[in-house]
């Protein structure tokens, strides 16, 4: 079955510092990718999406390519504000299916 | 729009009670989808349904009943709450462009229901 696989948390940085979360992901088919963004007491939000391979989702500064060659899509962020404190899920989709699998998130700290 | 709306936000019940965690959407979505999120276990699919009349199980969908009668609604139920159940439910909805099948749809989240069962 499907599996999606993220970097225990918590990561914790600096302002300015530069983010990267690590996912792995095993798929049978040609999935979706997608990072999803939880703030403290919210529902979850798209963050970004890459729909095949070498694709490039980026938003809010945030940049993710997907992989097909390593099964990853990496999370990275040139210069992390207090703001970007959240937890990040990153998930799969796969062809023929509307629901998501999502990896176990990984919760990012910013300190001033 | 309103966007996913779930009511309650937070519920406290007994071992053994029923109740109905509500979910509609005002998007014309076709997909809603049921899931729960615990601690260290990210979000695990409860139910879903591809339209109305048509519900499939997740990967997690024991204790947990679901029909979905109209677009706009799909309630989950809980038959007889357990004290494993006590976990934050959120339901999501998407769609797919004209003439595609489901994948890769931008999922659209509710603010979460948070439940729980003593």
């Known amino acids: 079955g499907n599996s999606v696989t993220q970097m225990e948390g918590p990561v914790t940085l600096s302002e300015e510092a530069f983010l990267t979360i690590n996912c792995t992901y095993t798929?049978?088919?040609?999935?979706?990718l997608f990072w999803y963004v939880q703030y403290p007491g919210e529902g979850l939000q798209l963050l970004l999406k890459a729909t095949k391979a070498d694709d490039k989702g980026s938003n809010k500064g945030f940049e993710a390519t997907y992989r097909k060659e390593t099964t990853s899509f990496h999370l990275e962020k040139g210069s992390v504000q207090v703001s970007d404190s959240a937890v990040y899920f990153c998930?799969?989709?796969?062809?023929?299916?509307?629901?998501?699998?999502f990896g176990k998130g990984t919760m990012l700290l910013v300190s001033p | 729009n309103a966007g996913v709306t779930q009511t309650p936000k937070f519920q406290v019940l007994k071992t053994g009670q029923s109740m109905t965690l509500q979910c509609a959407q005002d998007?014309?979505?076709?997909?809603m989808s049921w899931y729960r999120q615990d601690p260290g276990m990210g979000l695990r699919l409860i139910h879903y349904s591809v339209g109305a009349g048509i519900t499939d199980q997740g990967e997690v969908p024991n204790g947990y009943n679901v029909s979905r009668s109209t677009t706009e609604d799909f309630p989950l139920r809980l038959l007889s709450a357990a004290p494993s159940q006590t976990s934050v439910y959120f339901c999501?909805?998407?769609?797919?462009?004209?003439?595609?099948?489901?994948?890769?749809?931008?999922?659209?989240f509710g603010p979460g229901t948070r439940l729980l069962v003593l």
């Open positions: 798929a049978t088919g040609y999935p979706s």
């Open positions: 999501a909805s998407s769609y797919s462009m004209p003439g595609r099948g489901p994948g890769g749809e931008t999922q659209y």
């Open positions: 998007m014309n979505h076709e997909y």
């Open positions: 998930a799969l989709s796969d062809q023929g299916y509307s629901t998501l699998t």
